[in-house]
Structure formats: structure tokens, C-alpha cells
């Protein structure tokens, strides 16, 4: 039975995710599959290993003994992979795409922490979301982090964090704009084409503000274009504003040099997605790498 990793990591799996449900969409496998493979492991040991509680799952006194043995298991075989491609020349670099937003703004936060987890060199490729989804397809990264599940067979995607978009200014707004202050702003805005332009747009339209009667100063193809407009304008006489990621404004709003505010009665977020291929479900370091990036959920906020 030990000889078969598959049960053993779904074990793993259902441990770490406290969860047979969250399990089963990280294995990216049905939750009954997940349910018949932890009850093999179980009339294996001839004992109950998993108890499901209402709030998650507990451990037995065996499933203690047995996570113990399948975290040293996976150990070696962590270990082991690394020394084979070793043997075999493969280029051992961890390759993570990420769109622009996280790739310049978020994950240069704990990138180095990824590096020492795998004991392995980290490259980040970042570009558009869609672009990163066809670099994932073509084996050409690892792992994704994206602002949009752009739907493709083979791939799985989980949603990681939540992402809020903000109001910003170079001169001081109130902290709750009224909807009619909108139309007094000059606007620097994403292409229409544009996905978080899309998000942005059918928010406001939800709370019955027209985008397409705002004052338009400029059009801008990426967030930090809109940042920099924002931040080369004249904080006197009618404020320019934009709507950005907060993530990316961090810096200069605890400098000062950026003002946010939010719009009343508006909670404009978008949830960010980690993605993988399914078929590396079982590669170890790809496991390692997505269970500590999910585990990044506390993200600084102000």
C-alpha cells in the first residue's frame, strides 16, 4: 500500500486542507474518489485514520502515526526527484508566471521564502494573465498566479486572495466618495478591452454610475501607467483619479504621496487564482510551492 504515493497523498492532502471537499479540488480528482481512497488506507491499516467533524477533519490516534510516516515519505521522494533530475541534466530553476499586479506588486514579498521551501532558484515571468495561462499550457512556467480564471481544459485553478481595487489621487479625497463626485473627477482608465476595465465598469453600473459619462483625461494600457498618470498630475484645482489594485499604490500611500478613498455603497474587489496543470498534480514541487502560496492569505491591507 505504501508503495502506491497516490493514497498516501490524498491522505496528505486531506490533512493539510482539513477538507475531503478542498482535497479533492487540489488533486483536482472527485470528492468520492478522494473519500474511497482514504477508506483503502483505512481497511489497509485495518483502523479508522480520518474522523469528519462538522468544522473539519480530526486525526485518529493511527492517522497521527500514519501523517507522520507520509510526511517523511514525501520527504524522500521530494529528495529523491531532485537528485534524478539532477542525473539527468534537467534545468532545475522553479519558473512562477504572474500577471503584472502580482508579479510586480505581491509576490516579490516572499519570493525568497519560495526559494528556500523547495531549496531551489525561483524565476518570476511576468506579463498579462492571458499570456501566462498559454506560457503555463506550453510547460514554459510552473505555476500561475492570475487575475482571471481564463477557463482551459488541464488546468486547475484555485482561488487564492482577495484583491481591492481603490480610488486614488494626488490630492486628498474624502474617504467615502458619493457616486455623484465621480463625474467631477478627470479619469485616467484602463483600454476597454481590458479585464479589470470590464470588472471596474459593471460594478458601477450595478450601483447606476455611467462610466461613459466621466470626465476621460487619458487611456492607459496597464495599472502602474495608471499609478504613474496619477502621480505626474497637479494636485491643484480638479483632482485626476484612477482605480488601481491597492497592492500597487502600498508604497505611496504610506508616503504620502497618494491619497486613496473607496466609493459609498461600492465593495469593488476581484479574487486573484493560483493555477497549475493537472497532470503535475503529484509533482512535489509543484505541491510545495501552491500549499505555501495559499497559505499567504493575510496579505497586507490598510
Known amino acids: 500500500m505504501l508503495r ?14 482539513k477538507s475531503f471537499s478542498k482535497a479533492s479540488k487540489k488533486l483536482g480528482i472527485s470528492q468520492p474518489a478522494v473519500t474511497q481512497q482514504i477508506k483503502l488506507l483505512e481497511e489497509y491499516m485495518e483502523a479508522a485514520i480520518v474522523d469528519r467533524k462538522k468544522n473539519g477533519i480530526k486525526l485518529t490516534k493511527e492517522g497521527e502515526e500514519l501523517y507522520r510516516i507520509a510526511q517523511k515519505l514525501e520527504k524522500h521522494i521530494l529528495s529523491a526527484e531532485k537528485e534524478l533530475l539532477r542525473v539527468i541534466g534537467k534545468q532545475l530553476t522553479f519558473v512562477i508566471g504572474a500577471s503584472f499586479t502580482i508579479g510586480n506588486y505581491i509576490l516579490p514579498d516572499f519570493i525568497g521564502n519560495i526559494k528556500d521551501i523547495i531549496n531551489n532558484d525561483v524565476m518570476i515571468k511576468v506579463d498579462d494573465s492571458t499570456v501566462i495561462l498559454e506560457k503555463l499550457l506550453e510547460k514554459k512556467v510552473d505555476v500561475a498566479l492570475i487575475e482571471h ?10 482561488e487564492w486572495i482577495e484583491d481591492e481595487l481603490v480610488l486614488i489621487s494626488k490630492s486628498p479625497l474624502p474617504k467615502l466618495v458619493k457616486k455623484e463626485e465621480l463625474y467631477s473627477y478627470d479619469w485616467i482608465c484602463r483600454e476597454e478591452e481590458s479585464l479589470t476595465r470590464k470588472i471596474i465598469t459593471e460594478a458601477f453600473h450595478g450601483i447606476g454610475v455611467d462610466c461613459q459619462n466621466f470626465n476621460l483625461k ?3 494600457t496597464t495599472s502602474t501607467a495608471a499609478k504613474q498618470m ?39 474587489t476581484r479574487p486573484l487564482f493560483l493555477a497549475h496543470l493537472k497532470e503535475r498534480k503529484n509533482d512535489p514541487f509543484i505541491d510545495n510551492v501552491c500549499t505555501y502560496i495559499m497559505g499567504k492569505k493575510g496579505l497586507k491591507a490598510f
Do not use: C, M, Y
Not at 480564471?149 to 484555485?158: C, I, K, S
Not at 489594485?245 to 465593495?267: C, D, F, M, P, Y
Open 149 to 158: 480564471p481564463l477557463q482551459e481544459d488541464g488546468v486547475a485553478f484555485r
Open 4 to 17: 502506491d504515493f497516490t493514497k498516501i497523498e490524498t491522505f496528505l492532502a486531506v490533512v493539510k486542507e
Open 218 to 220: 487619458s487611456i492607459v
Open 230 to 268: 496619477v502621480l505626474k498630475s497637479s494636485n491643484q484645482g480638479v483632482p485626476t483619479v484612477s482605480i488601481v489594485s491597492r497592492h500597487i499604490v502600498e508604497h505611496e500611500v504610506e508616503n504620502g504621496q497618494l491619497h486613496l478613498a473607496r466609493v459609498k455603497g461600492l465593495k469593488l
